[in-house]
């Protein structure tokens, strides 16, 4: 079974900036489109930013420029750099790999535990 772990977050004030990574266990990480989604307590499952294969890349709206995903095919890790966060931000992440239609499959949020970035104003 694939693991995926997360670090990198922590607290910080409105205005700064965090890099979270996640590292994937296997052989298969070139081969993944990679997702970082984030929750708030009670919230659902959101995806913040994916990037493929092939490094084509997907922001979520509210991200506004502010974050940049990127990939070290190498090291089977996924980073997300974060700059002008906002208290909005504050949250849980959590990495995985893009569900495959028609595969079972549960958001991250929801069965296992990330890192928290919590954003203070």
């Known amino acids: 079974e694939t693991q995926l772990v997360e670090c990198g977050g922590g607290s910080v004030q409105a205005g700064g900036s965090l890099t979270l990574s996640c590292i994937m266990s296997g052989d298969h990480f070139d081969d993944s489109d990679m997702v970082w989604y984030r929750q708030v307590p009670g919230g659902e499952c959101e995806v913040v930013s994916s990037i493929a294969q092939d490094g084509s890349t997907y922001y979520g709206e509210f991200v506004e420029g502010r974050f940049t995903i990127a990939r070290d095919n190498a090291r089977s890790t996924v980073h997300l750099q974060m700059n002008r966060l906002k208290s909005d931000d504050t949250a849980e992440y959590f990495c995985?790999?893009?569900?495959?239609?028609?595969?079972?499959?549960?958001?991250?949020?929801?069965r296992r535990q990330g890192t928290q970035v919590t954003v203070s104003s």
């Open positions: 995985d790999e893009k569900h495959r239609p028609g595969v079972p499959w549960v958001p991250p949020c929801y």
